[in-house]
């Protein structure tokens, strides 16, 4: 029981406590109350001082505009700055209203703008007079800030009055509570016993109740503060850290978490823009004034990442409800945008100051006229055109300017302006001063004022006589060109500079069967062939690109669906300063010659093809003849007189297999020369000896005349022995039995000449001119005794010309006998002791030595005989194989010092076979010799390419084979 009295006791007194403490509380926010409507009453007052401030600064400056005086732009200054006086308290009284602070800046940002343009009329009216200033009391600059001021103030006063009126209810309120309260608690101490537990659990939820509204009341504080686009920094009373927005984080680089509880100066450091030196922030010295302090201009934000942005910023000190200072909040923006957008006012400023010296320095009138028609501007060069100065002109309407007929021409500019529509190069006429009519062109662009209205225009006037004058004159001309075009029998087109063909002649339209409409442009490429045309654009684009000449070859499509081949070529067309205006091409039909050439070609290609399987296929069966009777001649055992016989038509049948190979090679360039020092006497000693059985069998004698001294030639020795074998052996050939030839050499400074002359048939004087061609030939009997395929003496003319030397033939006529004169360079000494070393060590020899060989070769008696002819040229050790397989067992289990292989062997060839050989360990060092009956430069290279030493054509003398096999080149 006396539990529950002293609960009671305890209860009843804590109900009267709580009785005076709501009273007391009642009576504070009763008080603060009536501070704040003091407050908002203050705030409207002092708005309305500064409305009544620039209200009497704008009423000065109109009387001084209108009645003049000296005194007014002090007036204006003292007006303002009472005005701003009153606006920084007003600051400091809504501070920190985010939407009230942008409403004073935004009036003082205004204020200044209306103070600039006040101070500036009065300037202008103190210097100029009123008609000077007349524009600005016309405009309405002054009315429209003054309105902005207005209207911004009325915002404000309409936001206090909306405070002030919510605060003097909640005063009501609070006074009506406090009078319930006073009530209540002599009730409540009453029946305090009875309430008791009633109250507690009231208490307790209106308790909890409060807590989440203080949770909503702090969230929704924080979304305001994350949500307007200001940065902001609070602090406690010793600058540090308390809290940041995100726009905070973004601006410093720092997070919330990060900052809390650090000094203010390590994460807001603020610098000069111009010098880098470090300012005070507005925090501290808003802590020390106990006042809102803003930001020095030309502030820069140094972020964590050391970065430099920008700001504007504002401090102002944060009280407790007892008055004193506990912190500071600091607010701060980017004005990164801000500043951009002055510097792009200033430049806009400088580039219409410097547009007007444009206009009144440019070679080109212009002229700006309302929309209406009435002149407003008249530059220089107008007044040279026209003949009228700016006086005359200006404040007239434009149609002075204009003959009647042309009148329609400004109405329709007009229409289209109003639009907004600019107008490029309009060619017309105008009138000048004098009466005469000038040919220009106009270029005339809208001028739109700032509520984007079109209110008139600027016209830019162009000059264009002499153009026009061009132009009919090049029109004139294009005609003429264009006729003369049409009737040539090449195709003709023309593109402009960048290669757009825009126009083609007569001729290209008869042969391809379409319109311009379809070939201007790139249309072009629907006639060329698929397999050409990307490469002509390519070459074509190469020179449109570089200026260069084009030059083509290739076919077009016909209108009867035929493709003909066309040499195709343009030029670039360039004006004075060297720039292409247009390009002029052709096409010239060469299909004729295209189809003689490529069967030419075919024809050639068909004739040395023929040419080498014919010598193959000779000189396989010509190897073991003529290797047989090499072998027939060591052995004497048999009629030397027919061996002998039989030697020398094998070698007959050798050379003219050579000569038709050698005259393939010899016109497609192909001869290599190994030149050498070669003395003459020598040479044609060499070269009658081999003729010697010939010429004793017909009984003919040679006169040979040869110098004393030695003379040398520098060539090829085996190319030079060609030339006198063919020379002396169709003097001989040509000559009767019992002949006589003569031989003789002649030696000038320069010049060495070889002279054959015989007495046989002669030459007709029709076919001496002919004589050097191929496949010529003096008239045949039937017998054709002298034989041969008309095909020498090309060989001899290439030759010695590929000696730099010349030949020639004299003949008196048919029955009279022929000269031949072979005139050779002579090299100088220099050249010749040059020559001696190499000449030297092509004649220098290896002892013989015994070898051991092997022949492979799928014809066994091929083989055969060449494996018996090749041991009578010394004590050699020769083998044989038939294929290729059975060649390199041979090889890995005893290698020779000497291989020679067919090429055409079974399954395995014997450029494949040299390839496995050379992969063996033994096969490196064997020498390998390919023997075949083909003797193109190609087949020499490929022999060369698969790992051959050495290439040589069937049937080989025994001369080059004994020099294999002593090791010499042969």
């Not at 205004?110 to 007079?129: C, F, I, M, W």
């Not at 009730?187 to 209106?206: D, E, K, P, Y």
């Not at 442009?521 to 074509?540: Q, T, Y």
């Not at 020369?673 to 010697?692: D, Q």
Request: proline content about 3%.
């Amino acid at each position: 029981m006396l539990d529950r009295w002293t609960m009671g006791a305890a209860g009843v007194v804590s109900l009267l406590l709580l009785g005076i403490v709501l009273t007391l509380q009642s009576t504070v926010r009763l008080n603060e109350g009536n501070q704040a409507v003091a407050a908002h009453q203050q705030v409207m007052e002092r708005l309305d001082a500064v409305r009544r401030s620039f209200h009497q600064a704008e009423t000065t400056q109109r009387d001084f505009l209108i009645v003049g005086g000296i005194t007014v732009p002090a007036e204006i200054g003292s007006n303002f700055a009472t005005g701003r006086a009153e606006l920084e308290l007003v600051q400091s009284q809504v501070f920190p209203d985010v939407q009230q602070l942008k409403r004073v800046e935004l009036i003082d940002s205004s204020a200044q703008q209306l103070e600039d343009l006040l101070r500036y009329t009065a300037d202008v009216r103190a210097r100029e007079g009123f008609e000077a200033a007349r524009s600005v009391i016309e405009s309405d600059v002054s009315q429209q800030l003054m309105a902005t001021i207005d209207d911004t103030i009325q915002s404000m006063e309409s936001e206090e009055r909306a405070q002030l009126s919510k605060r003097l209810r909640t005063t009501a309120s609070t006074f009506r509570w406090t009078m319930i309260v006073g009530i209540l608690s002599g009730i409540v101490a009453i029946g305090g016993q009875m309430s008791f537990v009633w109250l507690l659990r009231r208490h307790l939820t209106n308790q909890a109740l409060q807590t989440r509204q203080i949770a909503a009341q702090r969230e929704q504080l924080r979304v305001t503060l994350e949500s307007i686009g200001d940065a902001l920094i609070t602090t406690d009373q010793s600058l540090r850290v308390t809290g940041l927005n995100s726009v905070a984080e973004r601006l410093t680089g720092w997070t919330q978490t990060e900052v809390l509880g650090k000094h203010l100066s390590e994460v807001f450091r603020i610098v000069r823009q111009d010098s880098g030196e470090s300012l005070v922030d507005p925090a501290q010295q808003s802590l020390e004034t106990e006042r809102v302090v803003h930001s020095a201009d030309a502030t820069m934000l140094v972020t964590r990442q050391m970065n430099e942005i920008p700001i504007d910023s504002n401090a102002a000190p944060i009280r407790s409800d007892n008055g004193t200072i506990s912190g500071c909040i600091l607010v701060f923006r980017d004005i990164s945008a801000r500043r951009a957008l002055e510097q792009e006012i200033a430049e806009r400023l400088a580039d219409a100051r410097l547009l007007a010296a444009i206009v009144e320095s440019s070679r080109d009138p212009i002229v700006s006229k309302s929309i209406d028609g009435v002149i407003r501007s008249w530059n220089r060069a107008a007044e040279r055109l026209f003949g009228y100065s700016a006086d005359e002109v200006i404040g007239r309407h434009i149609a002075f300017l204009i003959p009647p007929d042309r009148m329609h021409e400004e109405a329709e500019i007009i229409r289209r302006l109003s639009s907004g529509e600019r107008i490029e190069e309009l060619e017309t006429v105008r009138r000048r001063a004098d009466g005469t009519l000038v040919e220009v062109s106009l270029t005339v662009s809208p001028l739109i004022d700032r509520n984007g209205q079109v209110i008139g225009a600027s016209k830019t006037v162009r000059d264009i006589t002499e153009r026009k004058l061009a132009e009919r004159a090049l029109r004139e001309s294009e005609a003429k060109f264009r006729n003369l075009a049409d009737n040539m029998s090449q195709f003709a087109w023309m593109a402009d500079s960048k290669g757009w063909i825009f126009w083609y002649n007569r001729r290209w339209y008869d042969y391809t069967g379409t319109t311009l409409e379809e070939m201007q442009g790139w249309g072009w490429k629907a006639v060329h062939h698929p397999d050409h045309v990307d490469r002509v654009v390519s070459k074509i684009q190469q020179a449109w690109d570089t200026g260069q000449i084009w030059e083509d070859t290739f076919p077009l499509r016909g209108k009867d669906g035929e493709y003909r081949w066309f040499l195709s070529r343009a030029i670039p067309i360039r004006d004075a300063s060297g720039e292409i205006t247009v390009w002029l091409g052709t096409n010239t039909d060469v299909t004729e010659r295209m189809e003689a050439e490529r069967a030419l070609r075919e024809s050639d290609q068909r004739k040395n093809e023929f040419l080498a399987m014919l010598a193959h296929e000779l000189r396989n069966p010509l190897a073991p003849i003529r290797h047989g009777l090499e072998v027939l001649s060591r052995e004497r055992r048999f009629d030397d007189a027919a061996v002998e016989l039989m030697k020398s038509q094998a070698n007959q049948l050798v050379r003219l297999v050579d000569d038709l190979l050698n005259v393939s090679r010899i016109m497609r360039g192909k001869v290599r020369l190994h030149v050498e020092a070669i003395e003459t006497r020598s040479l044609l000693e060499g070269a009658l000896a081999k003729l010697r059985p010939t010429l004793e069998d017909r009984g003919q004698t040679v006169d040979v005349e040869l110098p004393a001294e030695p003379v040398w030639i520098a060539g090829d020795r085996v190319r030079l022995t060609q030339i006198f074998d063919n020379l002396l052996g169709n003097a001989s050939k040509y000559s009767d039995q019992g002949g006589r030839i003569e031989l003789s050499v002649h030696v000038a400074d320069e010049v060495i000449e070889v002279v054959v002359s015989d007495d046989g048939v002669g030459i007709d004087g029709e076919l001496i001119d002919k004589v050097f061609d191929l496949f010529t030939q003096a008239e045949q009997p039937l017998d054709r005794s002298q034989g041969g395929l008309g095909i020498g003496l090309t060989i001899v003319r290439q030759l010695v010309e590929r000696h730099r030397g010349q030949v020639r033939v004299e003949s008196p006529g048919l029955g009279q006998g022929s000269t031949f004169r072979v005139r050779l360079p002579r090299p100088t000494r220099d050249e010749l002791d040059e020559l001696f070393p190499e000449t030297e060590s092509r004649e220098a020899k290896v002892e013989p030595t015994s070898r051991r060989v092997l022949v492979v070769d799928d014809n066994q008696g091929a083989a055969w005989m060449l494996s018996r002819l090749l041991r009578k040229l010394g004590d050699h050790q020769v083998e044989t194989a038939h294929d290729a397989n059975d060649a390199l067992a041979r090889i890995e289990r005893e290698p020779p010092d000497i291989a020679f292989f067919d090429i055409g062997l079974p399954g395995m060839d014997g450029y494949e076979l040299a390839r496995r050989v050379r992969q063996l360990v033994v096969g490196k060092r064997i020498h390998l010799v390919a023997l075949t009956g083909y003797g193109q430069d190609s087949d020499r290279e490929q022999a060369l390419a698969a790992g051959f030493d050495r290439h040589v054509v069937k049937p080989a003398s025994y001369e080059i084979l004994e020099a294999i096999l002593n090791g010499n080149s042969p």
